[in-house]
Nanobody, 123 residues
Framework: QVQLVESGGGLAQAGGSLSISCAASGRTFSRVAMGWFRQAPGKEREFVAAISWSGGSTNYTDPVKGRFTISRDNAKNTVYLQMNNLKPEDTAVYYC????????????????WGKGTLVTVSS
């Protein structure tokens, strides 16, 4: 069992940066791939980024490549999303997710979800 709690959301200006975190409980954290999804108002939830259990592999959706960086610290049971050069279209609720493989994260085969944190980017 893995429980996920996001933090760090808030308001940023376009072109600015924001970092969000996801703290996980459970001894299996280091054995699961992690990822971030987002859901903008009136839109479906979409994949943003994924990282393998070791941190050695990452995957990003095209709109965030070169701007967002996903990382994890297994000693702290925490996964991070550093967001740079933010755009108004990045405004969404960001959800932390855990799956049994990075492929599972990318394809949406999610075993555990967090409750989300709101990121708002003003123009």
């Amino acid at each position: 069992q893995v429980q996920l709690v996001e933090s760090g959301g808030g308001l940023a200006q376009a072109g600015g940066s924001l970092s969000i975190s996801c703290a996980a409980s459970g001894r299996t954290f280091s054995r699961v791939a992690m990822g971030w999804f987002r859901q903008a108002p009136g839109k479906e939830r979409e994949f943003v980024a994924a990282i393998s259990w070791s941190g050695g592999s990452t995957n990003y959706t095209d709109p965030v490549k070169g701007r967002f960086t996903i990382s994890r610290d297994n000693a702290k049971n925490t996964v991070y999303l550093q967001m740079n050069n933010l755009k108004p279209e990045d405004t969404a609720v960001y959800y932390c997710a855990a799956a049994y493989s990075i492929y599972g994260v990318v394809t949406g085969a999610i075993a555990y979800w967090g409750k989300g944190t709101l990121v708002t980017v003003s123009s």
